[in-house]
């Protein structure tokens, strides 16, 4: 079956624009989690749902970030007034109904803020 | 909080020699201990975890032992072979008794490994 997908693979915006990510999960997938790599560093948590709720938001950086899964299922990590410090590798996981199972990773969208 | 320190690359190595990258931790209680591999142009992928103290990882030829005494995962393979390269992330999942901050995954810098035929 298919993996976890994401959407925009790449994405190019200026400073103080708004963002959208999108991450589908793999189908059944109850838990989805938000990563945020940065050049040269390893993945860093960021938020963590559980259905349709955040569970464990405490990774988000400040009040621009913010995250919604609605239905279950796709989720939309949102920034506000990028900065370029928000340049990263944002990647998303699901697993199939929490922190006891294997996250499998989505090939993540490379946001750059010029 | 939990941390995991990991030995910087590139490490260059010729086919068929013996592998070994360090990777030790900070965490309360018992974490879980993963490695992730991250080969070129693709995503993480899981390659060998370990749940409690003395378990043994493996997959691939790649082994790992959850050391409690030293804090301790270092990631091990006998012999490499030029499809071993790639970026290896050693990582930690704290407790499911642990509060907030638990649930995601603690990865360290990554490791890139370079095997040279």
């Known amino acids: 079956g298919a993996g976890v997908s994401q959407t925009p693979s790449n994405k190019v915006t200026e400073k103080g624009k708004y963002v959208e990510l999108r991450c589908d999960p793999i189908?059944?997938?109850?838990?989805l989690y938000w990563y945020r790599q940065s050049l040269g560093q390893g993945p860093e948590f960021l938020i963590y749902f559980q259905g349709t709720g955040a569970a464990d938001d405490s990774g988000l950086p400040n009040d621009r970030f913010f995250a919604v899964r609605p239905e279950g299922s796709v989720s939309t990590l949102k920034i506000q007034r990028t900065e370029r410090g928000d340049s990263a590798v944002y990647l998303c996981a699901s697993s199939l109904d929490g922190r006891a199972n294997e996250q499998f990773f989505g090939p993540g969208t490379r946001l750059t803020v010029l | 909080g939990n941390s995991v320190t990991q030995m910087e690359g590139p490490v260059t190595l010729s086919e068929e020699a013996f592998l070994t990258i360090n990777c030790t931790y900070t965490a309360t209680g018992y974490p879980s201990l993963f490695w992730y591999v991250q080969y070129p142009g693709e995503g993480l992928q899981l390659l060998l975890k370990?749940?409690?103290?003395?378990d043994k990882g493996s997959n691939k030829g790649f082994e790992a032992t959850y050391r409690k005494e030293t804090t301790s995962f270092h990631l091990e393979k006998g012999s490499v072979q030029v499809s071993d390269s790639a970026v290896y992330f050693c990582?930690?999942?704290?407790?499911?008794?642990?509060?907030?901050?638990?649930?995601?995954?603690?990865f360290g810098k990554g490791t890139h490994l370079i095997i040279q035929p």
């Open positions: 370990a749940t409690k103290a003395d």
């Open positions: 990582a930690l999942r704290g407790p499911l008794y642990s509060g907030g901050g638990a649930d995601g995954l603690t």
């Open positions: 189908s059944g997938h109850t838990a």
